[in-house]
């Protein structure tokens, strides 16, 4: 049974920074960040190979987020946080998901950590 637990999400001003972390006790081969506003749907925010350490991000967040993972751990660094980033952040494991960032290709999930920008 594979477990997600995420971690460090909070409040914050707008342009403030934010680290999440993703702890599993069965890695896959792709670990990523998904976010899903109040009415909207939930959508991909950046992947990693932990095979390659191939990331995958999505365009609203590339060149502010970065994300990382090592052993059993995933991380994800928000920098130059925006209102429209707030949301419940979720950890999410695949094998092979096609295409990396959508969230219906990943059958693992943690519970959620809120990030609120204001």
């Known amino acids: 049974h594979v477990q997600l637990v995420e971690s460090g999400g909070g409040s914050v001003q707008t342009g403030g920074n934010l680290r999440l972390s993703c702890t599993t006790n069965?890695?896959?081969?792709?670990m990523g960040w998904f976010r899903q506003a109040p009415g909207k749907e939930r959508e991909g925010v950046a992947t990693?190979?932990?095979?390659?350490?191939n990331p995958y991000y999505a365009d609203a967040v590339k060149e502010r987020f970065t994300i990382s993972q090592a052993g059993n751990t995933l991380w994800l660094q928000m920098n130059k946080l925006k209102p429209e980033d707030t949301a419940a952040y979720y950890c999410?494991?695949?094998?092979?998901?096609?295409?990396?960032?959508?969230?219906?290709?990943?059958?693992?999930w943690g519970q959620g950590t809120q990030v609120t920008v204001s």
């Open positions: 069965d890695k896959r081969l792709f």
């Open positions: 990693i190979s932990t095979r390659t350490f």
């Open positions: 999410a494991a695949a094998d092979w998901p096609a295409p990396r960032l959508a969230p219906g290709q990943y059958p693992y």
